[in-house]
């Protein structure tokens, strides 16, 4: 808990630390020109994370806004007149702010009772943001935002929050929406089951985003809009291994103890016979999503001829609001009773024997 932000030239010269050393800095996207750096720290309060510009020609850090606890960036308009700024009130529940940076005057665009996540973007003139949101709804919707004078109002619009859809299936669709008609289609196929980090180039031409697959390591790929080809642009290395001989899981349901559905990605070896040994793999949070991504402890294991189940319990996110509220406070205890519903589903499907299970992950703790 310690990060410092350092910058240095392309090729790798000139490195400078630009922060004090002994606090807490968090790394946000540079200004639209490039004249700074939007960040958070806890410089001034070890329990809080405010929001600064770093400008990197006078090195100096200039605060954004003060924040009672957990502060970032989530844009700045292109005049750097105006930033958006997110502030956690709770684990599973933000607010989005609007600040003038002149006046430090703010307007909070997501008012809600109860938990809510949000995010946001200006357009390019910033008079409007756009919000994924998911105030008064189970899942996030996309919605947009006229710049409000005095108090923010959600206004719900159509599907989900943004062109990476992971609320259904576990993988990503790529979608894209027409700002001017607010109509959305359809995008190519993935190469890959997940993507992320989708980043348009200036020209609009081209997007490049971050794939990832159950056999695919994470690398760079750039879809060239007009032709609608995909180019991969990095080759991770996977020296000695074949990535066509791995294996995909298979997405499994089943009903916790009290009825609830859950899911998990179950991964078996290629010469299976079953019953047999099994280790169950619980991903950290108490957020997060199991997803059908790149693992190689689990291709260790299916190597030696172990499978690997790796559920979604209560509490997990991508599953709507409910489903990822469903765990907090003395509810956890219904969480950990999920990890016995998933060694039953193993059981009693005869996948693995009572003596054949394994257990590993974020949540093993707790068990």
């Not at 954004?64 to 529940?93: C, H, P, T, W, Y």
């Not at 996030?140 to 959600?154: L, S």
């Not at 859809?165 to 089951?193: C, I, N, Q, W, Y």
Request: some cysteine.
């Amino acid at each position: 808990m310690n990060g410092q932000i350092y910058l240095f030239r392309p090729d790798g010269t000139d490195l400078k630390r630009y922060t004090a050393g002994k606090d807490n800095n968090w790394l946000a996207p540079w200004t639209h020109d490039g004249s700074a750096l939007m960040m958070s720290s806890n410089v001034r309060d070890g329990a809080a994370m405010d929001c600064y510009l770093l400008v990197v020609h006078e090195r100096k850090m200039e605060i954004v806004a003060q924040n009672l606890g957990i502060g970032s960036f989530e844009d700045m308009s292109r005049d750097n007149r105006l930033a958006l700024l997110s502030r956690m009130k709770s684990r599973g529940s933000n607010d989005v702010y609007l600040v003038d940076l002149s006046s430090k005057k703010e307007v909070n665009l997501t008012s809600h009772d109860g938990p809510g996540e949000f995010a946001g973007r200006f357009s390019h003139d910033a008079k409007t943001v756009y919000l994924a949101s998911n105030k008064d709804r189970d899942l996030e919707a996309f919605a947009k935002e006229k710049r409000p004078q005095r108090r923010g109002r959600d206004n719900r619009r159509t599907g989900h929050a943004s062109g990476v859809d992971l609320e259904h299936s576990g993988k990503s669709e790529l979608a894209f929406v027409d700002l001017r008609t607010e109509k959305m289609s359809s995008g190519l196929p993935l190469p890959t089951e997940l993507a992320f980090a989708p980043k348009f180039s200036r020209d609009g031409k081209q997007l490049a985003l971050v794939l990832n697959g159950a056999a695919a390591p994470s690398d760079v790929w750039v879809l060239d809009l007009a032709s609608r080809r995909f180019h991969q642009v990095t080759h991770s290395p996977h020296t000695g291994i074949n990535l066509d001989n791995l294996v995909r899981p298979q997405l499994v349901h089943y009903s916790a103890n009290d009825g609830l559905p859950l899911s998990a990605w179950l991964w078996l070896p290629k010469h299976w016979s079953p019953p047999g040994p099994v280790v169950l793999s619980f991903h950290g949070g108490p957020e997060g999503e199991e997803l059908p991504g790149f693992r190689s402890d689990y291709h260790a294991l299916l190597i030696e001829g172990i499978a690997v189940l790796a559920p979604n319990v209560r509490g997990s996110s991508g599953f709507g609001k409910r489903f990822v509220n469903l765990d907090n406070g003395k509810l956890r205890f219904n969480a950990i009773k999920d990890i016995k519903s998933s060694a039953d589903y193993l059981i009693a499907n005869r996948i693995a024997g009572p003596s054949q299970l394994g257990i590993m992950g974020g949540r093993t703790a707790v068990t």
